[in-house]
T-cell receptor
């Protein structure tokens, strides 16, 4: 069974440029999460989807960040425009349901903003 | 609000020895779950072990065990018979009661297993 797939693994952009990250969760997993992991820190939740509905986006900086999960399967996280402080790893995770014990994580997308 | 504290930025352990990674937590939820994740250099977070707040016994999963002391609000991870492949970052996390509760992570401990 394929795990959570993220792309790109690495992205280097200049500040003020847009960037997008893609995530394909494990087949059948209804719940999808985007986490931000700064260097030396633990992941922090940005947004959680139940199917195609964003049920927790309280930590998403909505002035520059957006996310979508149109068909309730794969998801895209966008930053526009990127700032220097956005340099981090963006992790996607999925679980079979919101109450499922185990979250399955992808390998992350490492963003460097110059 | 939930808070996870991991006070050990880094730990060294010799191969085949046991090691304990510390984790303390704070929450006002009467029901909660505690998790440990491993993050190797590849970047993905790998689930290791889970302890529910009402579980009577400490959780065990192979070489991993969780030393749960509810009164002290601690949930230390014990890795027995360390292997070189155990070298990684280890994160303690918790989720409060209810399916809407998010997973809150600590800052992690980097474990290095030496020969």
């Amino acid at each position: 069974e394929a795990g959570v797939v993220q792309s790109p693994r690495y992205k280097i952009i200049e500040k003020k440029q847009p960037v997008a990250f893609w995530c394909n969760p494990i087949s059948g997993h209804n719940t999808l999460y985007w986490y931000l992991q700064n260097l030396g820190q633990g992941p922090e939740l940005l947004i959680r989807y139940e199917n195609e509905e964003a049920v927790d986006d309280s930590q998403l900086p909505k002035d520059r960040f957006s996310a979508e999960r149109l068909k309730g399967v794969d998801s895209t996280l966008k930053i526009q425009p990127a700032e220097l402080g956005d340099s981090a790893v963006y992790l996607c995770a999925s679980s079979s349901s919101a109450g499922a014990r185990e979250l399955f994580f992808g390998e992350g997308s490492r963003l460097t903003v110059l | 609000a939930q808070k996870i504290t991991q006070t050990q930025p880094g730990m060294f352990v010799q191969e085949k020895e046991a090691v304990t990674l510390d984790c303390t937590y704070d929450t006002s939820d009467p029901s909660y779950g505690l998790f440990w994740y491993k993050q190797p250099s590849s970047g993905e977070m790998i689930f290791l072990i889970y302890q529910g707040s009402y579980d009577q016994q400490n959780a065990t999963e192979g070489r991993y065990s969780l030393n749960f002391q509810k009164a002290r609000k601690s949930a230390n991870l014990v890795i027995s018979a360390s292997q070189l492949g155990d070298s990684a970052m280890y994160f303690c996390a918790m989720r409060g009661g209810g399916t809407a509760s998010k997973l809150t992570f600590g800052t992690g401990t980097r474990l290095q297993v030496t020969l």
